[in-house]
């Protein structure tokens, strides 16, 4: 092979090794720097927990020290604004998860009268900003004593009920779109095999169609717990004299974050992150066959 066509074939070598190497590695580093991008802010939050300022503000690293670790509710108003927010996002998530697995039910195997209009206002929360449902919500609880929702003559005050109704209104639509996503293709004959086997339909949803829907069942839970949890806008305009986790750090944010606020921003990201690795290995566990479960269970009956 002559000089230029052995450069040529050298050549051709180079471009397809390094097509191989982009082919190979590209996708798995930009990944990695789309990952970086977004869990940088959490890293800060995590370093800064650790830190030992001088005054009040938490914006500058002077030193390791965990003091802050020993006390995380020292600061006032924080042990009281944790505990409203946590009480907020399990009652908001209970509820809003079980209404929410319910309507998403219906509007998948169901077909009835006001079905596409349901699917509308599903879908309103979600498109609709949040600061125009904070004044919204706020008119209708402060309205509401003009109509037939409370006695004459009485007032509905803002607090803790009204954000909990707030927060499950909008954690119903993304728990909805949640498990549509994951009732799409559901194996149906799995039920009518447990029904031939003699099992009634509390039998037969508690045995086999529960056990399937479980891992969506339990993302559009931590979804809505950390809808909740977070939540800011609606709920300064439904809080009343409550305080929350987000409305304490904003109220603080004037005079100087604590460093406690690093601390429990910490704690509530390691039990999400938790409980997601939790979710991921229970799905990973082989489980019993649905069908012989339903079998079993008819045995027993």
């Not at 990695?32 to 800060?44: N, W």
């Not at 003699?198 to 056990?211: K, L």
């Amino acid at each position: 092979m002559r000089g230029p066509a052995r450069e040529t074939v050298k050549q051709g070598r180079r471009v397809r090794r390094l097509a191989h190497l982009l082919d190979r590695w590209l996708l798995p580093l930009y990944a990695l720097l789309a990952v970086s991008y977004l869990a940088l802010p959490v890293l800060v939050m995590i370093l800064f927990s650790f830190n030992d300022p001088s005054g009040r503000s938490n914006i500058s690293w002077r030193g390791f020290s965990l003091e802050s670790w020993f006390d995380p509710l020292g600061q006032p108003g924080l042990a009281e604004a944790v505990t409203t927010s946590l009480a907020v996002a399990l009652f908001a998530t209970l509820a809003a998860t079980v209404l929410g697995v319910l309507i998403g039910l219906a509007l998948v195997r169901h077909r009835f009268r006001g079905r596409s209009s349901i699917n509308l206002l599903i879908f309103l929360p979600m498109s609709t900003p949040e600061i125009v449902l904070g004044v919204s919500l706020l008119t209708l609880f402060l309205a509401s004593t003009q109509y037939a929702f409370v006695p004459e003559g009485t007032f509905f005050p803002l607090g803790f009920h009204t954000i909990l109704i707030a927060h499950i209104m909008f954690n119903i639509s993304y728990v909805v779109v949640t498990m549509r996503a994951r009732l799409q293709g559901f194996p149906r004959h799995l039920e009518e095999a447990a029904m031939d086997l003699g099992a009634n339909e509390w039998t037969t949803f508690w045995r086999v169609t529960f056990p399937l829907i479980l891992p969506g069942v339990m993302a559009a839970a931590l979804l809505a717990f950390s809808l909740s949890i977070d939540d800011y806008v609606i709920t300064v305009f439904t809080s009343g004299q409550a305080t929350t986790f987000p409305l304490y750090i904003y109220g603080s944010q004037q005079r100087g974050i604590p460093v406690q606020v690093n601390v429990v921003g910490t704690i509530i990201f390691l039990v999400a992150v938790g409980m997601v690795v939790l979710s991921t290995l229970l799905q990973r566990w082989q489980r019993p066959d649905p069908v012989e479960a339903v079998e079993v269970e008819g045995a027993r009956t």
